[in-house]
């Protein structure tokens, strides 16, 4: 098998993870390192490609920047830029993804193999995890490993405004990329059964039958009970920070994020005497050299903490390093473990716990939230205790019930190693991965080369894709300049149209208007790619998006929707259903589309010049269309010059193409594309807009468009 994973943010690298350096560098980023080296070492799989973004910053190591880094003899990391080269966070990435997107699918054309599998993780990668599926028909896997629907909840129930939510973590973008991911992917592999029962449930979109539950594994390797006769240093330092090292050690490890309740632990420490009286709390989060130079809500949780401390008057008592490495984090375990001390995981929501199972296999009895992943550590380890991270007595009481209990203590440790050696080793979860996605390792057609007579010459390097409705038509003046600029440059580029009409109305307006025959036609909204010059259909294309295409389903659902009305049989087509739309009555689209997605309907909706509804297969797009089609002829998408006025032009315009956005009453409907630096927004209407584009990017001056 070639298996590619897919994980954008964070920094990722190959040894010395920097791991709780910032909210983006935690256990999603050592679980799919962990996970590439697993799958690499099985022999059914011949290769696995860890696909994330590059990074070229003087802030970060030049780690970062390297195109490759080879893992071992078939592993690798790949990076691939999109958007600015500086390290951004997660919460920055949105309006880079169509660009990551782009950049990959031209990646993954230049392999020599294509992957058997994708496997997504987190949002931002299933957003482009879903794009590259419909694009190759390649199964997609995903790991939400946190949810925003969740996230959501948690951050409303601690009393944020709905504007700080989304001004902080873009749920909205977050949301609406885990419905498309749901809608997209063959199998959604969790961590535990909390997630699929809990958290997958508040979406429209919830397939429990593709879900799968494959808890990761941890290093036994690296993580192991402290051996007799071990020197275990003092590092990272913490004598300093204590009157008496010697006592037991109440260890916290998690990044510097409000959502891991560090403060209350603080808070039920230091409201503790007998806790204080028994334990030293350490806490280890993150690195930091200077506190006012730390991101702001990562500079919060320190101010938070450091006030707690002060608060309390718990110095010397609480240990906080200012470093450690990667290689300290088991040392810290072993340490731990030899003081007799506690581990604690206080979250207020943990999707998985990596760090509970790198405890347990020190030999380090556990105290952790009762919400999510922990349940079913603790079920299957029964090393430790569960408690409400709200509850600041339940915590301390817990904590204490273990210290002070010698018994209890050993059978927790005892059966902490023996449990996670059976249930979370990586050769086992790697051995059950394979298992689950051998069914969708399927043979897929290749992707057909066009007629002979279709291939374009070489020297058309560069395209020109455009809508017609209210972008094209509708001033007659600048219509008769562009077909003389169309004319005047045929030689040097292919000329395209991507319509939401059918192929019959396209050539009688082509008549009708003199518009000299394209190249290629993109009709009913993406749904026929035909060679105009034969009008030669493409039947790969129409083969590739019947996928999951129930119609009859999908209109029987939306018979009882108010402010639909289907439009003529003349306007509908095999893989169209096309509506009237009526804003007055109609629900928003974004309802609709939920109403889908509730009776697992995988389509595509487009709401157009503000009344005309389209359902069409979530493979279909003009955007895919052109793409398929970009990629057969070989024209880079940043030589192809789309021009759009409406919502149904929308994902053309994203990317890596050159995307203009003519003048008129409804370009509204491409607001969400007016920060982009690839989008460029027309003064004049119509045909005029096209013009003034080409004029901007300077579209057939010589070497303009080199790559």
Known sequence: MFILLISIHGLIRGQNLELGRDADTGGQTKYVLELTKALARQPEVARVDLVTRRIVDPAVSDDYANPVEILTENARIIRIDAGPEEYLPKESLWPYLDTFADNLFTWLQQQERQPDVLHSHYADAGYVGARLTRATGIPLVHTGHSLGRDKFRRLLGLGLSLEKIEDSYHIQDRVAAEEETLSTSSLIITSTRNEIEDQYELYDYYPPERMKVIPPGTDLQQFYPPRPGEHLEDRPRLSPFLHDPAKPMILALSRPDQRKNIITLVEAYGESEPLRRVANLVIVAGNRDDLRELAEQTQAVFTDLLITIDCYDLYGQVAIPKHHSSEDVPLLYRRASASRGVFINPALTEPFGLTLLEAAASGLPVVATENGGPVDILANCRNGLLVDPLNKEAIAESLLRILEDQALWHEFSANGIRHVAMHYSWDAHASSYLESIQPLIVSRPALAIPPAAQVIPRNRDRAIVTAIDNTLLGDAEALREFIQTVRQ?????????ATGRRL???????????????????????????????LISDLAWTYHIDHLWTPRV?????????GLRPQPKSEQSRFKASYYYDAAVAPPIHEIQSLLRQQELSVNATLSFGQYLDIIPERASKGQALRFVASQWGIPLDHILVTGGSGGDDDMLRGNTLGVVVANRHQEELSDLSGSERVYFAQRAHAGGILEAIDHYQFFSAGSLSS
């Open 504 to 534: 019959d109305s396209v050539l009688q307006i082509l008549k009708r208007y003199g518009i000299p025959t394209p190249d290629v036609l993109i009709t009913s909204l993406g749904t026929e790619i035909v060679y105009s010059a034969q």
């Open 554 to 562: 999908m209109r029987r659902i939306l018979e009882s929707v108010p």
């Open 489 to 497: 440059q045929r030689r040097r580029f292919v000329f395209g149209i």
